[in-house]
T-cell receptor, first 109, second 114 residues
Framework: DAKTTQPNSMESNEEEPVHLPCNHS???????IHWYRQLPSQGPEYVIH???SNVNNRMASLAIAEDRKSSTLILHRATLRDAAVYYC??????????FGQGTELSVKP | KAGVTQTPRYLIKTRGQQVTLSCSPI?????VSWYQQTPGQGLQFLFE???????NKGNFPGRFSGRQFSNSRSEMNVSTLELGDSALYLC?????????????FGPGTRLTVL
């Protein structure tokens, strides 16, 4: 299973943009990049995914490097409700998600 | 649409007992995956079912088993419980097995083994 590397923790101020990085140097050509987040005392929640091109949805944007060896999840205006653990996952086959340690994001008012 | 539901939400068992956890996926979803979450190991994949067949299995002992019914509902069973089985067990459903499909997680079942 391909691995991802994320910082253990990050801090942000409320209403400011947040850029969460993820390195995945061993990504294969068919791996999708998925991002999930887990709020305290809840199950993980899907955020966004992409293959090669940058992606936007109502929650966030995903910027994928041209060589696909890294990606960045962008929260355009962080709110207190965005405080969570963010997981960057490479999905290579079937339905299984291989979670790493993720990045714990704290948001200061 | 109703989300993924898991029952029970909390469970206390003693060592040596067995336990069955239930998961009802989102209507129309045919894939169900199970995960175990502990403070030490994080989120770990247990197994995945699609159309009543196990498609993927994680690195867990045979005491952990599961099944899926024709209505896509799934159960997982843990026999001969050990203290280390105390964890949050999460179920996720997906429309299919494609890599682009997102998974929708339930709230989990918190199992405590005494």
């Amino acid at each position: 299973d391909a691995k991802t590397t994320q910082p253990n923790s990050m801090e942000s101020n409320e209403e400011e943009p947040v850029h969460l990085p993820c390195n995945h140097s061993t990504i294969s050509g068919t791996d999708y990049i998925h991002w999930y987040r887990q709020l305290p005392s809840q199950g993980p929640e899907y955020v966004i995914h992409g293959l090669t091109s940058n992606v936007n949805n109502r929650m966030a944007s995903l910027a994928i490097a041209e060589d696909r060896k890294s990606s960045t999840l962008i929260l355009h205006r962080a709110t207190l409700r965005d405080a969570a653990v963010y997981y960057c996952i490479l999905r290579d086959q079937g339905g299984k998600l291989i979670f790493g340690q993720g990045t714990e994001l704290s948001v200061k008012p | 649409k109703a989300g993924v539901t898991q029952t029970p939400r909390y469970l206390i068992k003693t060592r040596g007992q067995q336990v069955t956890l239930s998961c009802s996926p989102i209507s129309g979803h045919r894939s169900v995956s199970w995960y175990q979450q502990t403070p030490g190991q994080g989120l770990q994949f247990l197994f995945e079912y699609f159309s009543e067949t196990q498609r993927n299995k994680g690195n867990f002992p045979g005491r952990f088993s599961g099944r899926q019914f024709s209505n896509s509902r799934s159960e997982m069973n843990v026999s001969t419980l050990e203290l280390g089985d105390s964890a949050l067990y999460l179920c996720a459903s997906s429309a299919g097995l494609e890599r682009r499909n997102e998974q929708f997680f339930g709230p989990g079942t918190r199992l405590t083994v005494l």
